[in-house]
């Protein structure tokens, strides 16, 4: 039970993650990002990290579970879904940072 609160919670964060992302991420256009749009993209850049824990935990509980029955299965699916929404947004965010640097537009 507490891989699937894990995976849940955890599946919640990055989603809203996400969404929040997409709301406020610094734009395309060339122009260097507002220092206010910086911090909240640091700070959801954090909370990647703690969904990544998450999906971690609800895996490993998953796993020390799994011959209890279909809970345990369903909480380490949810964890590894986490574990891909953390990773691609880890991903974006460091391409997206490389571009904050005056010196670091390539496009």
Do not use: C, E, K, Y
């Amino acid at each position: 039970m507490t891989s699937i609160a894990l995976g849940a919670v955890g599946l919640v964060f990055a989603v809203s993650t996400w969404v929040t992302w997409a709301i406020v991420r610094p734009s395309a256009t060339g122009v260097l990002p507002q220092s206010f749009a910086i911090i909240v993209m640091l700070v959801l850049s954090a909370l990647w990290v703690v969904v990544l824990g998450m999906a971690v935990l609800a895996m490993v509980f998953g796993i020390v579970a799994r011959n209890v029955g279909r809970l345990a299965h369903l909480g380490i699916g949810l964890g590894v879904l986490d574990t891909l929404l953390a990773a691609g947004g880890v991903l974006v965010f460091v391409l997206t940072a490389s571009d904050w640097l005056p010196g670091g537009h390539t496009r």
